[in-house]
């Protein structure tokens, strides 16, 4: 994702860093166990 930002161009500012990867993560983990839970039912 940083890299993206860089080849875009964008400046990456530091207090969006922290809380972006937290919530990338968060979201990921709601899809997935979300997909497990649909798939046990």
């Not at 500012?13 to 968060?26: A, H, K, Q, Y």
Request: no cysteine; glycine share 18%.
């Amino acid at each position: 994702i940083l890299a993206v930002f860089d080849a875009v161009g964008y400046d990456t500012p530091e207090w969006f860093v922290g809380p972006g990867i937290g919530i990338l993560l968060w979201w990921f983990g709601e899809r997935t166990t979300g997909h497990i839970k649909g798939k046990i039912q």
